[in-house]
């Protein structure tokens, strides 16, 4: 059973159970993600405002209009913030060190294809264990595409339905329902997919803390992703980036 700590960085380099640690999420990476988590949030509430029964919305009373200025002032904030962001982690993922590594280690790759197959044969008891797993495998790769694609269909949407005067009917009658569905959609894959996967299953629940710290013990890097666990350990500059040195902070740790 893998144990999930919370620890601080100090307590990281001043560990003294002789377990290894081992970086997943540098600063930058967990930055991008704490400032996208916020938007994410944000827009849900204030996109689905929207929605909420006319008997809901006269509680409001005489404040509903100004209530709901201020709905779409954040929501507009946190969505440019959103774009922003975004366009920042592309910028990361061409010209930072850190962010080209993520981009060539996120690429899918055949193996993806045989590691799905031989989960699924574990699943079904034909094999008795799953595959070694890289840096990122095949379910990390599918969420981040659809990341990728969603936020782009909001903010391409969202921006159209900003500027709503500048373009025809249609276009706009389009950009609303696929705004509104991406939105559901979006709000479904956290909710069902990404909250169990990386919080709520038996070894992570309540919460895995590695959005926070950025980094896993030994125990879990051998069991969760054991191909790349096993290239760090007998590639000296690999354990220069992962590895969280025991007594002095790590260049890569910071990660910027």
């Known amino acids: 059973m893998i144990k999930k700590r919370w620890f601080s960085r100090?307590?990281?380099?001043a560990k003294s159970d002789g377990n290894r640690y081992f970086v997943r999420l540098n600063f930058n990476e967990r930055v991008q993600h704490m400032i996208f988590l916020i938007c994410f949030i944000v827009l849900a509430i204030t996109g689905f405002m929207l929605k909420l029964p006319e008997d809901i919305i006269q509680k409001f009373g005489s404040a509903k209009d100004l209530v709901f200025f201020y709905r779409g002032i954040l929501h507009r904030i946190a969505g440019v913030t959103m774009i922003l962001v975004s366009l920042y982690h592309v910028f990361y993922l061409l010209f930072r060190p850190a962010g080209r590594r993520w981009l060539m280690d996120m690429l899918p790759r055949f193996k993806d294809l045989t590691d799905l197959l031989g989960t699924m044969l574990y699943y079904l008891g034909i094999k008795d264990t799953h595959p070694d797993y890289d840096r990122f495998y095949y379910k990390q790769k599918?969420?981040?595409?659809?990341?990728?694609?969603?936020?782009?269909?909001?903010?391409?949407t969202g921006l159209l339905l900003w500027t709503e005067e500048m373009w025809p009917k249609f276009l706009l009658d389009i950009a609303t329902i696929v705004h509104g569905m991406e939105a559901v959609l979006a709000c479904l894959a956290i909710m069902v997919w990404h909250l169990y996967?990386?919080?709520?299953?038996?070894?992570?629940?309540?919460?895995?803390?590695?959005?926070?710290?950025?980094?896993?013990?030994?125990?879990?890097?051998r069991e969760e992703f054991a191909l790349h666990y096993k290239k760090i350990m007998e590639d000296p500059e690999l354990r220069k980036i992962y590895l969280v040195p025991e007594h002095e902070e790590g260049e890569a740790s910071l990660g910027v």
Do not use: C, Q
């Not at 100090?10 to 380099?13: A, T």
């Not at 599918?142 to 391409?156: D, N, P, R």
């Not at 309540?206 to 710290?213: E, G, H, K, Q, S």
């Open 197 to 221: 996967e990386v919080h709520l299953r038996p070894r992570k629940f309540p919460i895995d803390n590695l959005w926070i710290t950025g980094v896993i013990d030994e125990e879990e890097m």
């Open 10 to 13: 100090s307590k990281v380099e």
């Open 142 to 156: 599918m969420e981040y595409g659809a990341l990728i694609a969603g936020a782009t269909l909001m903010s391409v």
